[in-house]
């Protein structure tokens, strides 16, 4: 059997699960015969890291991603780059030939949107986002409970998701900082979160209204803790090198972030550790949500990023009883080498609360590594021999689309004040969603 072949866009942190498991577990079936990105130097780290296992894989400059695609033959591309740009390489993956995996968000408005919708009609090309919360044993679980109706048909959900002041005020350190880059963290963070209840409740978004502000991370918070001496990033930072700052970045303390962006600064002007406290963030860090379903299913949803906590609460309200689901997640900092949204057993539950009866836990069903334990069931979706899907956790176009839709929706509300967006009129052409048995 010949291998597939996949290149990869974008070398920085989002894409070493998908290099590791390509030249690891999945070798017997999977090539990685190219890697592209804007900056050569972390292109070359990751070309080095290959070398170091006897994996020889070409590099090109991201201007060169056509050749690339000419001289390596890929079967597939794999897109893990700003969000900014995932349509840009999606679209011209599928114009050159091949299909494309992205990493979440699928893009970060509704005119990339579009343009990913018409080229992938247009080219008849696949599309797989890659949602690996979906794949989480736990998440898993509460998919088959609700689907076997065990609180009935559904009719409204409660969602609040915390990020802590670890992960959370990481955002505001990256590129993630501007909304034209990502979307803001309704789409960047929470398309994870929207997918899931798409996925949950069998649905797709109608309108929305939202509201969001950011209150936290700007200069006057910093000002009431004593930062009265900020620079423009950690490493020149005062704060820092007192030890006054507890949001202060080290990128030097750690080897992976080190190697991946601070030795890699000359190349493309880009600084990691900016202060969170900048006056130019222009992204929201608490944003409030309601919602109503194509099914008649409303939601209420919050997302704040300043937390002491961090992980979620849903609440599902249905005809026959109450369904509560809390996952705590341990804290991480993006690309610092820790595993990324592992779950902490101990502090997650369901629990049950029938009309007529007395209220139950149900055994949370578990799951170890990154997301909940569903990078690897993903990974194996993905990378290795399709299987049979019956909850359909494998997500394309459609889910892709309908998961950042909401977050568009709630940017363009929140812009207009909290007017009420109409979200199947922001682009045209999707594909239908394949989102399993409805509840009932």
């Not at 989002?14 to 050569?40: P, W």
């Not at 649905?203 to 918070?221: C, D, H, Q, W």
């Not at 002007?269 to 299913?297: A, K």
Request: net charge negative; with cysteine; charged share 25%.
């Amino acid at each position: 059997m010949s291998k597939k072949r996949f290149v990869n866009v974008g070398t920085g942190g989002r894409c070493e699960m998908f290099i590791d498991a390509i030249t690891g577990a999945y070798k017997d079936s999977a090539e990685l015969v190219g890697l592209c990105d804007i900056n050569m130097g972390r292109a070359e780290l990751r070309q080095r890291q290959l070398k170091e296992k006897g994996i020889e894989v070409p590099i090109y400059h991201s201007d060169k991603f056509d050749q690339m695609v000419d001289e390596q033959k890929p079967d597939s591309v794999i897109v893990t780059t700003k969000d900014c740009f995932h349509h840009k390489y999606i679209c011209r993956a599928m114009e050159l030939g091949c299909d494309a995996i992205t990493e979440k968000p699928m893009t970060i408005d509704q005119d990339k949107c579009q343009q990913i919708v018409d080229t992938i009609n247009k080219t008849g090309k696949d599309l797989r986002v890659t949602f690996n919360y979906r794949y989480s044993p736990s998440h898993t679980q509460v998919k088959r409970l609700l689907r076997d109706g065990v609180i009935g048909k559904i009719l409204s959900v409660d969602f609040a998701w915390n990020l802590d002041v670890h992960h959370g005020a990481d955002y505001y350190r990256r590129w993630h900082r501007h909304k034209a880059n990502s979307g803001g963290l309704l789409v960047h963070k929470a398309t994870h979160h929207f997918d899931l209840l798409n996925w949950w409740i069998c649905s797709s978004p109608e309108t929305v209204v939202a509201l969001g502000r950011r209150a936290f991370y700007i200069p006057e918070t910093a000002d009431r803790l004593g930062l009265n001496k900020r620079t423009e990033r950690c490493r020149t930072c005062p704060h820092r090198q007192d030890g006054s700052c507890n949001f202060a970045l080290d990128l030097s303390s750690s080897k992976d972030l080190k190697e991946l962006y601070l030795d890699q600064e000359h190349h493309d002007g880009y600084f990691r550790d900016r202060c969170v406290f900048s006056p130019d963030i222009d992204i929201e860090d608490s944003m409030n949500l309601v919602v109503r379903y194509v099914s008649g299913v409303h939601m209420s949803y919050c997302l704040n990023s300043f937390l002491p906590w961090e992980g979620f609460r849903v609440m599902f309200n249905g005809t026959s009883g109450r369904l509560e689901y809390q996952g705590l997640e341990s804290p991480y900092i993006s690309g610092d080498g820790t595993v990324p949204g592992e779950r902490i057993e101990e502090k997650s539950h369901i629990h049950v609360y029938p009309q007529f009866a007395d209220p139950y836990n149900i055994e949370l069903e578990t799951g170890s590594g990154g997301h909940g334990g569903g990078d690897t069931r993903l990974l194996d979706d993905v990378l290795g021999e399709r299987r049979e899907d019956p909850l359909n956790h494998a997500a394309g176009v459609a889910e892709g689309c309908w998961s950042i839709l909401t977050g568009v929706s709630a940017n363009i509300s929140m812009a207009g004040g909290g007017q009420p967006v109409y979200t199947p009129g922001l682009v045209s052409g999707i594909p239908e969603a394949n989102f399993g048995e409805v509840p009932q």
